[in-house]
């Protein structure tokens, strides 16, 4: 049971360039969010998804796109990377029960932007 | 509007000290509360949660957390820090789909 992977761990990026930040959980939550670190700022929401196919904006949505078309997987796209999402992109997985919520989240990817 | 807010940035205690990091949150509906510690260059690991019942909240570690309902408060403490507690603590609030973090507290601990 590998719970939430994060591909990959390390990235650098030239401005102006794309990529997709991969995210998966082998757990069937229904949930899944996409958080940036950065110094001071704590975590922030960038987007989240209920569920296959649906997907809603955080705090810091701009410049990212998400999608999902599985329970599995929610990829995090960044469509023209600029040095301001230089971060630390932390992916979570939950899910809502008896006990109340439940939250895994990845090991996170550390992204550059040069 | 949920926030959280973590009035230490930072804090230094004696190794075997008590230690209290204060959280307050603002929540419209019931909150689910969290306490997660973030080693450097690590990920986050819980260290408790509420969600309902029982105000004093026992976590791993030796942590444990009172939730406050008057004071809007959710005050991580542990009655004798170690050296390996040195780390970045983080409050949270949320519902099952996302969470909203405060900005962290980080704890320094002192021979």
């Known amino acids: 049971n590998a719970g939430v992977t994060q591909t990959p761990k390390f990235q650098v990026l030239k401005t102006g360039q794309s990529m997709t930040l991969q995210c998966a959980q082998d757990?069937?939550?229904?949930?899944m969010s996409w958080y940036r670190q950065d110094p001071g700022m704590g975590l922030r929401l960038i987007h989240y998804?209920?569920?296959?196919?649906?997907?809603d904006q955080g705090e810091v949505p701009n410049g990212y796109n998400v999608s999902r078309s599985t329970t599995e997987d929610f990829p995090l796209r960044l469509l023209s990377a600029a040095p301001s999402q230089t971060s630390v992109y932390f992916c979570?997985?939950?899910?809502?029960?008896?006990?109340?919520?439940?939250?895994?989240f990845g090991s996170g990817t550390r992204l550059t932007v040069v | 509007a949920q926030s959280v807010t973590q009035p230490d940035i930072h804090i230094t205690v004696s190794e075997g000290a008590s230690l209290e990091l204060r959280c307050n949150y603002s929540?419209?509906?019931?909150?689910?509360l969290f306490w997660y510690v973030q080693s450097p260059g690590q990920g986050l690991q819980l260290l408790l949660k509420?969600?309902?019942?029982?105000?004093l909240v026992q976590g791993i570690k030796g942590f444990e957390a009172e939730f406050k309902r008057s004071q809007s408060s959710f005050n991580l403490r542990k009655p004798s820090v170690h050296w390996s507690d040195a780390a970045e603590y983080f409050c949270?609030?949320?519902?099952?789909?996302?969470?909203?973090f405060g900005k962290g507290t980080s704890l320094l601990v002192t021979p």
């Open positions: 979570a997985s939950s899910y809502s029960g008896g006990s109340g919520y439940g939250y895994t």
């Open positions: 757990m069937n939550h229904e949930y």
């Open positions: 998804s209920v569920g296959a196919g649906i997907t």
């Open positions: 929540y419209g509906a019931t909150p689910y």
């Open positions: 509420y969600f309902s019942g029982d105000t």
């Open positions: 949270a609030v949320g519902s099952g789909y996302a969470l909203n």
